[in-house]
């Protein structure tokens, strides 16, 4: 399980359902197609950018929505690197469908009510069932019991709508380095902390900064919900993934 | 061929969905044409006289009388729609669903600023007649199967009367992006 990526200067070459696109050894399948423009839909994954403020891409690895197809195995496009001559399938109908349940998932596992939440609009989480047109979930909702902490003066943590993607584990730390949050337990107990210390004495940026890190509303910034009007809100007038240009290269295909 | 017969049901919900549903305003002129009406608290008939084709049920189970009418129109009516959050996942009701039934009862009726001075006896409503809350609120297709769903709270009055006139026509409803949301 990689959580930072190196990369090399040697010259990779793979198709992605069909295209031929090249690669750096050592770069994700994801990067490689976020490099050539071409989607593939990621929650825990996180490409660095100066928005979030991350100095290198993240992929902890937890979340599959990224399941691809390698040479017919299936396999999560974040973690695995690129090899010559990989032929990789990955928006099928079959793949589409895959992804669909795993938000399905997501959604009846935690408790998401959507109209009350302040990260609706711009959750990647909603997002992604929209993408993928999902109408009602095919599951039971569990309606599991979690805990909300709003004690901090400037972070609202709602257990409820976390997906344990662990982007926040990995991304978000104080200034010199602490972790704000951890992960506890294992299997169905498994949970994320929050160092209430810590916590507590945060700026606005990186109560903004970690708002923006969390793919869901389980991080919000206190007293700066629902600022961004109906309609513009990041996901309202287009689907999440119609943006796919890499920010590094604005586009430009390598 | 016969029009169509359309019912709705307002179940744990605010109205808010049947709210939108008229939003479709002077469009409502043309479903006049496409269709009947039967039992629905738009025109306050409150019994099926025959049986329907298609249902819009907004909002979930949280008491018995819920379920009582949500079998019901199952038994009359042959396609059923869960239209909203509440329908379909319970909604904003559904949040009480990890708080015991006792706390939030306490809360309501004996607690509130508005309530602690005005009900010295500290009295729960019990009266016989009252429809029993359930231990849970739950969504409808949990109860009796749900032929089509359609996300919102409310859902957009186009997501609705699209939806409506492509099951009166025989048509694949359309479904755009902006039409789709959960909020
Ligand atoms: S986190 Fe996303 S999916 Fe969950 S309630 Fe909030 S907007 Fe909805
Ligand atoms: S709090 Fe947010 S970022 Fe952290 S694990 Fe949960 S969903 Fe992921
Ligand atoms: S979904 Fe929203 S608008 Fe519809 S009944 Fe529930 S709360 Fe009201
Ligand atoms: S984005 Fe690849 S596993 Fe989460």
New interface residues.
Partial sequence: MSETIETSSEIITLTIDGQEIQAAAGQTILQAAQKNGIYIPTLCALHATKENGLESDIAPGTCRICTVKVNGRTMAACTTPVAQGFVVENDTEELNDLRKTIVELLFVEG???????EK??SCDL?AL??RY?M???RF??A????EVNAESPKLLFDRNRCILCRRCVLAIRTEDGKQLFGFTKRGDKSGIIMDEELVKNISEEQAQQAMHICPVGAIIRKEKGFDTP?GQRKY????IGSETVCTTCNGEKS | MKKPIIATASLAGCFGCHMSFLDIDERILDLVELVHWGKSPINDIKTFEQDCDIALIEGGCCNDEHIHTLRDFRKHCRILV?VG?CA?????P??R??IPIQECLEEAYLNTPSTAQANPERILPNDAELPALLD?VY?C??IVK?D????G?PPRADLIYGALTALVTGQKAK?P??V????
Avoid: T, V
């Fill in positions: 408790n998401h009510f959507c109209p009350s939440c609706s609009g909603q069932a929209y047109q109408l009602s979930p039971r909702y309606f599991s019991s979690r109906f309202d007038q287009n689907p | 869960a959050e379909i996942m319970g909604g904003l559904a949040m669903n990890n849970k969504p297709h949990e749900m089509y769903f359609l996300p709270c479904l992006y902006e789709i949301k959960f909020d």
